[in-house]
């Protein structure tokens, strides 16, 4: 006879052979102890609505940081969009040192925003800072909901609010740089490997690598090898296969612009590496440089992310493997790019997103820094005292960054603003010639160049290095060499506007100097507008770099940019 069984009851849970008998292990861990019930992590809704606001807020009022942002990316779009636009030798077909296949993915918003908005091309400009933006919000998003379901929703909370506020970020997201491309792709690639997709993670890193700045694959070098060494068949077939299908893309694109076969992907290479690239003519600076940028812009959020490694034995269970590899970075690109003797702000874009991660995991992890090890669970009073630390820390650094965000962008705004006001001088009638002196590196595109305005030309204010040139039609447009570039930084005869007699509007900065400018004679020039330019030099550091109420605008000193219409006679 069968042995007669108890029946079992609605409550009773339904036993299956690989149901596995229940243990301390199984137990959700607890970032700090505390009994707070089973982290679901941040659903997707909070990261992108944040994101998405203070990105919105940075492709609208961000400033332009690098003259190379506009004379070896806006411009060139412009050419491709207008047909009219200044040339830098990079893009000259004998050096072939920039991709047009970055320009084209930035072409397929700018064409139909060109359609759509017709002579307005201040609003194209705008249009393609806002599909930037929705890339890094994209990217950042990614990165955020990963850190929530792999460490809780707190230290994903610390990261969404640097991410959002801090001021490298700020203006990064926005830039039309391939380090910025470089940035987004080291968010979702470091997101993807959280999510457990290794694979995915390293082709995003190779699209970040040679769609975006190929320097950066040192900074993707620990994601990638800590994949294939987990995962080593599908992650090295994925990485293989996107780097390919990019590299061959790239070749294609590249004879279709400069009408040889070519590769500026590795052009760029060879030039800086193995080629002599001769960086320093464009300006070196000390070994602290990227230290006292990195304060500058993340306060301390850029030190707290240093000192990631010196909590990592006390929080090692938590953080290792995984997030030390995605972290690992910042150490390792801050290292390489200062030993460079050719430093810039944004060489170290593409590791502006952990550096936010690895300060989030150093504060979340205030009060593992005092447990008992024999008691983990216990609350004493320096425990208690580092949870109150947690939320302080985090509101100076946002708070320090807020100041350095807006200094910024009420200090320096000024050359875009004032080429808007083009717009409203068109009786200056057509033809109208605008010349710029020695503010030739704050020139903000031709996008803010109305067509009343025929040239812009630049006028010889000392400068003795290459200045960009009009993109030359009638010697092949992209395709052409002309001979007037050269890869040493010397100046061009033609580079210059020989008779200012020749010029009707003028952009100028007018400083609290011991000469005289262009624009003093007002025998010659009237002023049509003019706005305030925070003097670096003559302003102190602190209250120039960080915007302290009631002391900004009484310690900083003002200058005036101003845009000059000749005076008929």
Not at 45 to 67: F, Q, V, W
Not at 176 to 183: G, I, K, N, V, W
Not at 209 to 232: D, M
Not at 425 to 446: I, N, Y
């Given at each position: 006879?069968?042995?007669?069984?108890?029946?079992?009851?609605?409550?009773?849970?339904?036993?299956?052979?690989?149901?596995?008998?229940?243990?301390?292990?199984?137990?959700?861990?607890?970032?700090?102890?505390?009994?707070?019930?089973?982290?679901r992590g941040l659903g997707w809704l909070l990261p992108l609505l944040c994101l998405g606001m203070l990105r919105h807020m940075s492709a609208t009022s961000n400033i332009i940081h690098d003259c190379d942002e506009v004379f070896n990316y806006w411009e060139p779009l412009h050419y491709l969009l207008y047909k009219s636009g200044f040339q830098t030798w990079e893009y000259s077909s004998q050096f072939a040192l920039r991709s047009y296949l970055y320009i084209l993915l930035h072409k397929l918003v700018g064409w139909p925003a060109a359609w759509w908005f017709g002579e307005e091309?201040?609003?194209?400009?705008?249009?393609?800072?806002?599909?930037?933006?929705?890339?890094?919000?994209?990217?950042?998003?990614?990165?955020?909901?990963?850190?929530?379901?792999?460490?809780?929703?707190?230290?994903?909370?610390?990261?969404?609010?640097?991410?959002?506020?801090?001021?490298?970020?700020?203006?990064?997201?926005?830039?039309?740089?391939?380090?910025?491309?470089?940035?987004?792709?080291?968010?979702?690639?470091?997101?993807?490997?959280?999510?457990?997709?290794?694979?995915?993670?390293?082709?995003?890193?190779?699209?970040?690598?040679?769609?975006?700045?190929?320097?950066?694959?040192?900074?993707?070098?620990?994601?990638?090898?800590?994949?294939?060494?987990?995962?080593?068949?599908?992650?090295?077939?994925?990485?293989?296969?996107?780097?390919?299908?990019?590299?061959?893309?790239?070749?294609?694109?590249?004879?279709?612009?400069?009408?040889?076969?070519?590769?500026?992907?590795?052009?760029?290479?060879?030039?800086?590496?193995?080629?002599?690239?001769?960086?320093?003519?464009?300006?070196?600076?000390?070994?602290?440089?990227?230290?006292?940028?990195?304060?500058?812009?993340?306060?301390?959020?850029?030190?707290?992310?240093?000192?990631?490694?010196?909590?990592?034995?006390?929080?090692?269970?938590?953080?290792?493997?995984?997030?030390?590899?995605?972290?690992?970075?910042?150490?390792?690109?801050?290292?390489?790019?200062?030993?460079?003797?050719?430093?810039?702000?944004?060489?170290?874009?593409?590791?502006?997103?952990?550096?936010?991660?690895?300060?989030?995991?150093?504060?979340?992890?205030?009060?593992?820094?005092?447990?008992?090890?024999?008691?983990?669970?216990?609350?004493?009073?320096?425990?208690?005292?580092?949870?109150?630390?947690?939320?302080?820390?985090?509101?100076?650094?946002?708070?320090?960054?807020?100041?350095?965000?807006?200094?910024?962008?009420?200090?320096?705004?000024?050359?875009?603003?004032?080429?808007?006001?083009?717009?409203?001088?068109?009786?200056?009638?057509?033809?109208?010639?605008?010349?710029?002196?020695?503010?030739?590196?704050?020139?903000?595109?031709?996008?803010?160049?109305?067509?009343?305005?025929?040239?812009?030309?630049?006028?010889?204010?000392?400068?003795?290095?290459?200045?960009?040139?009009?993109?030359?039609?009638?010697?092949?447009?992209?395709?052409?060499?002309?001979?007037?570039?050269?890869?040493?930084?010397?100046?061009?005869?033609?580079?210059?506007?020989?008779?200012?007699?020749?010029?009707?509007?003028?952009?100028?900065?007018?400083?609290?100097?011991?000469?005289?400018?262009?624009?003093?004679?007002?025998?010659?020039?009237?002023?049509?507008?003019?706005?305030?330019?925070?003097?670096?030099?003559?302003?102190?550091?602190?209250?120039?770099?960080?915007?302290?109420?009631?002391?900004?605008?009484?310690?900083?000193?003002?200058?005036?940019?101003?845009?000059?219409?000749?005076?008929?006679?």
């Amino acid at each position: 006879m069968a042995t007669r069984q108890r029946r079992a009851l609605t409550s009773d849970p339904p036993e299956t052979a690989s149901s596995p008998a229940y243990t301390k292990v199984d137990k959700p861990e607890r970032s700090d102890g505390e009994n707070e019930g089973v982290d679901r992590g941040l659903g997707w809704l909070l990261p992108l609505l944040c994101l998405g606001m203070l990105r919105h807020m940075s492709a609208t009022s961000n400033i332009i940081h690098d003259c190379d942002e506009v004379f070896n990316y806006w411009e060139p779009l412009h050419y491709l969009l207008y047909k009219s636009g200044f040339q830098t030798w990079e893009y000259s077909s004998q050096f072939a040192l920039r991709s047009y296949l970055y320009i084209l993915l930035h072409k397929l918003v700018g064409w139909p925003a060109a359609w759509w908005f017709g002579e307005e091309k201040v609003k194209v400009f705008y249009a393609v800072r806002i599909f930037l933006a929705g890339l890094s919000v994209i990217s950042d998003a990614a990165l955020v909901v990963a850190l929530s379901r792999k460490y809780g929703k707190r230290l994903a909370s610390y990261a969404l609010a640097m991410l959002c506020l801090a001021s490298g970020c700020f203006f990064a997201s926005t830039s039309f740089l391939p380090s910025s491309f470089s940035m987004y792709a080291m968010s979702l690639s470091s997101a993807l490997f959280l999510f457990n997709k290794p694979a995915m993670a390293v082709s995003v890193a190779a699209t970040g690598v040679i769609l975006g700045w190929p320097f950066s694959i040192l900074a993707f070098l620990p994601l990638t090898i800590y994949s294939l060494v987990k995962s080593f068949k599908p992650v090295f077939l994925t990485g293989v296969v996107t780097s390919i299908v990019l590299m061959v893309l790239s070749v294609l694109v590249d004879y279709d612009y400069y009408k040889k076969w070519t590769s500026s992907v590795i052009n760029l290479l060879v030039y800086n590496v193995l080629g002599g690239g001769e960086s320093h003519l464009y300006g070196t600076e000390g070994a602290s440089f990227y230290l006292r940028n990195g304060f500058n812009n993340f306060n301390l959020c850029f030190v707290f992310a240093l000192l990631f490694l010196a909590i990592l034995p006390v929080a090692k269970k938590k953080y290792a493997p995984e997030l030390l590899i995605v972290v690992s970075p910042v150490y390792l690109w801050i290292a390489f790019m200062s030993l460079q003797p050719h430093k810039e702000e944004r060489f170290l874009y593409p590791i502006y997103p952990l550096i936010c991660v690895a300060a989030s995991a150093v504060i979340e992890s205030f009060p593992d820094l005092f447990r008992d090890k024999y008691n983990p669970n216990g609350t004493s009073t320096l425990v208690k005292i580092a949870k109150i630390l947690r939320p302080l820390a985090l509101g100076l650094i946002l708070c320090v960054s807020h100041a350095r965000t807006f200094s910024l962008i009420n200090g320096y705004s000024a050359p875009i603003e004032i080429y808007k006001h083009l717009d409203y001088h068109d009786d200056a009638g057509p033809g109208s010639v605008l010349c710029v002196g020695s503010e030739w590196h704050r020139f903000p595109s031709s996008f803010f160049i109305p067509d009343y305005v025929s040239q812009v030309r630049w006028l010889d204010d000392g400068f003795t290095g290459l200045l960009p040139i009009p993109f030359n039609s009638s010697l092949g447009g992209t395709s052409a060499a002309p001979s007037y570039f050269n890869n040493k930084n010397k100046a061009s005869e033609r580079q210059y506007l020989k008779d200012p007699e020749q010029c009707t509007l003028l952009i100028e900065l007018q400083l609290q100097r011991p000469y005289p400018t262009r624009g003093s004679d007002m025998s010659t020039w009237e002023i049509v507008a003019a706005l305030p330019y925070l003097d670096r030099e003559l302003s102190p550091p602190l209250h120039r770099s960080f915007f302290i109420p009631n002391q900004w605008q009484q310690k900083n000193v003002f200058g005036q940019y101003r845009l000059l219409r000749r005076i008929q006679k």
